[in-house]
């Protein structure tokens, strides 16, 4: 009963941060990916994201749920070195992005949703050249917290080009 009353309290009066309408570009620094690890790889260029969500439907179930739709855009390279062989691997991500936003108190968006589109992958070695595009699907889930009404401090969760983003928020 006392958990009931304080998630009453916390949510109460809440004003929805992510509405119809709504422009927001994240920046984001990566941490953490499964593609490129081990003693022989090095970071070149960390991996690095770029996304841009448009608020569009409002009140889908109650005055605190909207869903946004955008882009994403995400790069990382890293450099190879064992023995003979040293080039460099580099990936690049360009995707669709749904999300499903939910206000649980002010100033916090907290939202989930789905990242579709391609994985450009490709490196420089000189005896093996090679690339590939592959489809890239995955799930996150993210958080911003707003310290005015149009800028935030970002995090989500899930693999764009890293397991975990961090980065900053600007609404427009």
């Known amino acids: ?9 916390v949510t109460a009066g ?14 984001g620094l990566g941490l953490g990916n499964a ?7 090095s970071t070149v260029v960390p991996p690095v994201s770029a996304s841009f969500e ?4 409002d009140h889908l179930f109650d ?24 080039y460099k691997i580099s990936s690049l991500i360009l995707s669709t992005k749904g ?8 100033k916090l968006d907290t939202y989930a949703g789905l990242l579709i589109g391609l994985n450009f992958e490709s490196d420089n070695d000189p005896d093996y050249d090679w690339s590939s595009t592959t489809l890239k699907a ?10 005015t009404d149009n800028f935030a ?12 983003n961090l980065g900053i928020s600007l609404k427009f």
């Open 138 to 147: 995955s799930e996150f889930v993210g958080a911003r917290y707003y310290f």
């Open 99 to 106: 999300a499903f936003h939910y206000q649980l108190v002010n």
């Open 54 to 57: 448009l608020g569009i439907i």
């Open 1 to 9: 009963l006392t958990a009931l009353v304080l998630c009453i309290a």
């Open 153 to 164: 401090g970002m995090a989500e969760i899930g693999y764009g080009i890293a397991y975990l």
């Open 63 to 86: 005055d605190k749920s909207s869903i946004g739709v955008g882009g994403y855009i995400g790069y990382m390279c890293y450099r190879y070195d064992y023995s003979i062989y040293d």
């Open 35 to 41: 593609i490129y690890t081990g003693g022989y790889y």
């Open 14 to 27: 809440a004003q929805n941060t992510f509405n119809k309408g709504d422009k927001v570009l994240n920046l």
